[in-house]
């Protein structure tokens, strides 16, 4: 749990206490949620020896709070426009006080927006729907344990540049060409009668091709909703995320056996996680969300989901990323080695050189050789060395591994990399059983 700065904090020199706030989260408790922001940038204003300060001209009745208790916060209206938000410094009696010129959102985006009265989050249509929940598509997949597989949402606000779903066809090439996210209307009922219609559940699988905690979640709470409708019947669901989890989800999980939570968590370095993934949580925020998996008893998984290679894959990153996760609870990690949908290829490689500079594109056009089915893939010497690396730094720190649809191509067959690399019964790390209908709820067969 985060404490609030005590009034100390703010009876010192402002210059120090403007540096000082840097990184801290400024939260606001509202009826409808709780917005919080970290501190980004901020500005030292000082009494009547500073022309850039409102108290310049002495003790007037607007100014006369800078003189006021330490840490007394006050919002400063100018060009009868702007509101400024100030904290109060120094010692009582001395005027001092620091501007929060920034703040990076990190909680209750979609209230921060309604607040300051901005228009929609994404551009998206609701549509009716009769789309059903079902298992795994066919193709090649690992993966062990059967899932009912849930996407209220077909496209995605967080934006990542190498998402896959902008290589999927239906609603997705809605989202890809137009940028419009269909929501699926009124999906926790649809789901809910059909759980309603079923003896045999496997685990809720929140969502396999879009962020269930996405901006726009925050518009329909369809993910909080769905995860009630099976908690209430006592059937697990598992979420995949990179965003903040609310803390009603967290509330609801706790309550069902084998219900879990996984994080993306793709770089220590938050400059890069903003890259990658720009809509999503800052990397605190993310290693904050294992921490109160955790803490809660929930099984929390941490995935590195993609590695891109000559950007996150340095090993003294990808330890410092296992270490943190691991010293805060997370029971597993899940890593991957980003492959690039030929679909989307050339994007995928622009938006690398755009940010990076030709000589990364170059890079990534030699590493990527390998094509399995319409994918691109990095040469498997490459990835065989860095999941040693992780499957090392794993077992030194005593956390199950596992990998997420990786393969190679062995004699013209298609193989699964998880049978020479992961550590734990099955790629997620936890074993669910089948659960059965008794009345209204179910239990594990
Ligand atoms: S969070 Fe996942 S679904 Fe959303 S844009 Fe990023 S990769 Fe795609």
């Given at each position: 749990m985060t404490k609030p700065l005590p009034r100390s904090f703010y009876a010192r020199d402002t210059k120090e206490v403007a540096k000082d706030l840097l990184g801290k989260m400024l939260v606001r408790k509202l009826a409808e949620g709780t917005i919080k922001g970290k501190i980004v940038e901020t500005e030292a204003y000082y009494g009547e020896e500073d022309p850039a300060s409102h108290a310049f001209r002495g003790r007037t009745e607007r100014a006369k709070i800078m003189w006021g208790i330490p840490g007394t916060a006050y919002v400063y209206l100018i060009y009868g426009m702007y509101y400024l938000f100030n904290i109060v410094t120094e010692k009582k009696g001395k005027a001092g006080a620091v501007l929060l010129r920034a703040l990076d959102p990190q909680e209750g985006i979609g209230v921060m927006r309604r607040i300051r009265k901005i228009e929609e989050p994404e551009k998206h249509i609701l549509v009716s729907t009769k789309k059903e929940i079902h298992g795994w598509w066919p193709g090649k997949r690992e993966c062990t344990s059967e899932r009912m597989l849930i996407n209220p949402y077909n496209g995605c606000g967080i934006g990542c540049f190498f998402c896959y779903a902008l290589a999927f066809p239906g609603h997705f090439q809605t989202f890809c060409q137009k940028g419009i996210i269909t929501v699926a209307k009124d999906f926790d009922r649809v789901v809910a009668k059909q759980l309603d219609s079923i003896d045999i559940a496997s685990c809720g699988y929140l969502s396999p091709v879009t962020d269930p905690f996405q901006p726009l979640n925050e518009k329909y709470h369809l993910s909080e909703k769905i995860i009630r409708v099976f908690i209430e019947r006592n059937i697990p669901i598992e979420f995949i995320t990179k965003a903040f989890i609310p803390q009603e989800v967290i509330e609801l999980i706790?309550?069902?056996?084998h219900s879990f939570g996984q994080v993306s968590i793709l770089s220590v370095d938050d400059k890069m996680r903003k890259f990658l993934v720009p809509g999503g949580s800052s990397t605190s925020i993310l290693f904050n969300n294992l921490e109160r998996l955790a803490n809660e008893g929930i099984f929390a998984v941490c995935r590195i989901d993609p590695i891109f290679p000559y950007l996150t894959d340095k090993p003294e990153d990808l330890t410092e990323l296992i270490e943190r996760a691991t010293g805060i609870g997370a029971k597993h990690i899940i890593a991957s080695v980003l492959d690039i949908p030929l679909r989307i290829k050339e994007k995928i490689l622009k938006a690398l050189k755009n940010h990076f500079g030709v000589g990364i594109e170059w890079n990534y056009r030699k590493l990527y050789q390998e094509k399995i089915d319409a994918y691109l893939n990095a040469r498997i010497d490459y990835r065989k060395k860095i999941f040693d690396l992780l499957g090392n730094i794993c077992e030194k720190k005593n956390i199950t591994f596992a990998l997420c649809m990786e393969y190679q191509l062995k004699e013209g067959e298609i193989v699964g990399l998880n049978q020479e690399f992961m550590s734990s019964q099955n790629c997620e790390g936890i074993n669910i059983p089948i659960y059965g209908r008794k009345e209204e709820k179910f239990y594990p067969v």
């Open positions: 706790k309550l069902q056996t």
